[in-house]
């Protein structure tokens, strides 16, 4: 009888341990940073686990995500999806095997589908396919429609209009731009990057990009002049010492109480915008940046890129996951729900028809400008890290006199050619 | 009479067969290697072998990520030393605030200690009042004086101008000119009650006798602080002027937090610039030369004291 129990005993062991084998669960990890960012992506992301019990999703929140990775990936561990600031990120842990190549999945998982296929070839490390892009961004012009009506003015359609109209705009004791790189020092790209693509153009800045042309080129010059030039009349923030000075919510907030005019910035911004202009009671619209051309030039950014760890143990999960989370549906939810910078995926005119329609316009308009060769480059996603970092650190040197138009892009020059040598330029679309 | 000697072993099998050489080498040698081991073990992993790790990384092209490397030599420091423009400035930086940081919070401390050591009652809520910002974490400090300092809208340009005082609305954290010195100050409002309560410390364990024979000898409070108290906090004074010096070539937090080097580099020092080669430029191994070379910088004014003790000066 006592063996009869023992005996009973390890049958309904055995039978747990099947079962509970039966339900094993493939866990697949994502490093995310800790916010409001996380508080609305997190619970859509967390969706994915209802689909298939099998295959879970986790998210860890990180004070320093990027850093927190990068290390723990060079260490052998890490998060098995792992996101970088941007494709100039990706090409070094490609070559340090630290990412898989996803082609099979790609293939296999539809991912031309629905990506554009400019988006997937940013992803291309050395022909193969190490990371997809997320976060689309461009940079317009707001405006303050209340103050731009109460003083008759129309927005600038090209860089002459909007000189005039700057002057006019301080002359009205206005400030002209609200802006400030106190809570975000590289915001100095944003202006850098627009400013060639709308001044020396896009393909100039194509050609820079690939070594054709150098970056003392005449057009560059010109363009780097006119930022300058803005600088020194106090067009950003009220002045160069204010502009340092001025953090987020003022520049935010300048916009909103009608104390700037406008404001160069990327599409990032309407988030913010919604809130504080619904707290001042003054609309807002935005128009693209004025070209020299007067044509509509808009660049293109990507806020950041997922890959998948070589250290993964369920590589197949993570590209799942992948799949759902860049799926046009998921993505039409987060740009619903939490104005999220969709990845660059064909999202349904049903989908942005849910959309203010000033954001829906946005998002149409750079569509229809990367399909008609009228887009542009932002500093962040095409530059390599170094000149990129030069470009953000060195041109405040510029501003405050300390060196010339011509020594800044000079340095440049050298700089970037160095790693365009090394092989280090992200990948640019032919165009 | 017989005398019985004993003679002290000298040979190893001698002593090792002698047990009272036996217990006195267990409990001066054996037992205090075994209690400091754990801590020597510790100290071997996280600062021994890292600061070998740095030196050999100094060495080589290593940009933070691709574990493959290649050994330079000493190109790093050769750019580091000849080539790099922005390495002497921040140098310089790194200087002019180690010369703010050797007088205004030393004046300031030991004025406050030396007033402070004079009070019998109230003191501690003196102290602590002047030692609260000290506690404080420096993101909090320079959100404060961020916010305080702010040209438009900030506490002291806003009470200046509503009391028709013209000259505040200044962005002193935007100037060339004023940047890197308002951080100074902001670090400074931060640090000097530590200083301050270090020396009222050693104010306090001078004996009062002293004090006593210099009032008989007709020693005015000027001369009681310059024949008495000075002689007495000496030691303190000079090993805080060393560690102060080192900190200073240390210097990051407040300076990334507030303008991270800017404008234009006015505010950059070698250990902003470090964290930029390392985590934004990918330039690990220039990095990992940087911090060679401040290191080097330490162990230089760490030996300018070791040479003045060694002269007789009480450090």
Redesign the interface.
């Known amino acids: 009888m006592k063996h009869l129990k023992i005996l009973a005993l390890l049958a309904i062991l055995l039978f747990a341990i099947s079962a509970a084998g039966a339900q094993d669960v493939t866990t697949v990890t994502l490093w995310f940073a800790e916010g409001s960012t996380l508080d609305c992506w997190g619970p859509i992301m967390l969706e994915f686990n209802d689909i298939d019990p099998a295959v879970q999703l986790e998210i860890v929140p990180q004070a320093d995500t990027w850093?927190a990775t990068?290390t723990a990936v060079?260490g052998g561990g890490g998060p098995d999806i792992v996101r970088t600031p941007g494709p100039s990120f990706v090409y070094?842990?490609a070559?340090?095997g630290?990412i898989l190549p996803m082609d099979t999945f790609a293939e296999s998982m539809g991912w031309s589908d629905f990506f554009f296929d400019w988006a997937l070839d940013l992803g291309l490390v050395d022909g193969q396919l190490y990371s997809l892009s997320d976060e689309l961004e461009t940079l317009v012009m707001y405006y303050n429609v209340d103050v731009f009506e109460a003083n008759g003015w129309t927005p600038p359609e090209t860089m002459d209009e909007l000189n005039a109209l700057g002057e006019e705009v301080a002359a009205a004791g206005y400030t002209v731009f609200s802006h400030g790189?106190?809570s975000w020092?590289p915001s100095n790209e944003w202006f850098v990057g627009e400013y060639m693509t709308q001044i020396a153009g896009p393909h100039n800045v194509y050609k820079a990009l690939t070594g054709q042309i150098p970056w003392t080129d005449e057009s560059m010059v010109e363009a780097m002049e006119v930022l300058d030039a803005h600088m020194q009349a106090g067009w950003y923030g009220g002045?160069?010492?204010?502009?340092?000075?001025n953090?987020g919510p003022?520049r935010r907030a300048m916009l909103a109480d009608g104390t700037a005019a406008m404001n160069i910035e990327g599409s990032w911004a309407i988030r913010d915008l919604s809130t504080y202009h619904a707290e001042s009671g003054q609309d807002w619209n935005w128009v693209s940046v004025p070209s020299k051309t007067g044509a509509d030039h808009f660049t293109i950014g990507m806020g950041n890129t997922s890959s998948i760890n070589a250290n993964s143990a369920h590589p197949e999960a993570a590209a799942q996951f992948l799949t759902w989370y860049f799926s046009p549906e998921t993505q039409g939810k987060m740009l619903t729900n939490c104005l999220k910078g969709p990845a660059p995926v064909s999202i349904s005119e049903e989908v942005m028809g849910e959309l203010d329609p000033r954001i829906a316009k946005v998002y149409a308009d750079l569509s229809d400008a990367s399909a008609n060769d009228r887009y542009g480059y932002t500093t962040w996603t095409f530059w390599p890290?170094?000149s990129d970092?030069y470009i953000y650190?060195e041109v405040?040197?510029v501003?405050?006199g300390?060196i010339t138009v011509e020594e800044y892009l000079e340095g440049l020059n050298e700089l970037f050619a160095e790693e365009l040598e090394a092989g280090d330029i992200p990948p640019i679309p032919l165009r | 009479m017989a005398v019985l000697t004993q003679q002290k072993p000298t040979t190893v099998i001698e002593k090792l067969s002698d047990e009272i050489w036996r217990k006195k080498f267990l409990r001066n040698v054996i037992i205090p290697w075994v209690f400091i081991a754990p801590l020597l073990i510790i100290h071997i992993f996280v600062v021994a072998i890292p600061a070998v790790q740095g030196v050999y990384m100094s060495m080589t092209d290593w940009g933070g990520i691709n574990p493959n490397v290649n050994f330079i030599g000493l190109d790093n420091y050769h750019e580091l030393l000849f080539e790099d423009k922005s390495f002497g400035k921040s140098l310089n930086n790194n200087i002019v605030w180690m010369l703010f940081f050797l007088t205004v919070p030393f004046i300031l401390a030991l004025f406050c200690a030396s007033m402070l050591a004079q009070i019998k009652r109230g003191g501690m809520l003196y102290r602590s009042i002047l030692f609260i910002p000290y506690v404080l974490a420096s993101v909090v400090t320079t959100t404060i004086w961020k916010n305080l300092l702010n040209p438009k809208d900030g506490i002291v340009a806003a009470s200046a101008r509503a009391l028709g005082i013209e000259g505040f609305e200044v962005a002193f954290l935007g100037r060339t000119d004023t940047a890197l010195m308002s951080i100074a100050f902001i670090d400074n409002w931060h640090f000097w009650g530590f200083l301050m309560i270090l020396f009222l410390a050693a104010m306090q364990a001078i004996p009062p006798v002293l004090y006593d024979a210099a009032k008989i000898d007709g020693a005015n409070r000027w001369q009681e602080f310059r024949h008495v108290t000075l002689p007495g906090i000496r030691p303190i004074v000079l090993f805080m002027f060393m560690m102060v010096a080192i900190w200073s070539f240390l210097a990051f937090d407040y300076i990334w937090l507030i303008t991270q080097g800017g404008p234009g580099g006015a505010s950059e020092v070698i250990a902003t610039q470090l964290y930029k080669n390392a985590f934004q430029r990918f330039e690990a191994g220039y990095a990992a030369a940087q911090g060679v070379v401040i290191s080097i910088f330490a162990g230089f004014i760490i030996m300018i004291f070791v040479m003045l003790r060694r002269r007789g000066w009480d450090i």
């Open positions: 850093n990068r060079v070094e842990m070559q340090a630290l790189n106190a020092r002045g160069i010492d204010l502009y340092f000075t953090e003022t890290p170094k970092v650190e405040e040197r501003w405050t300390e």
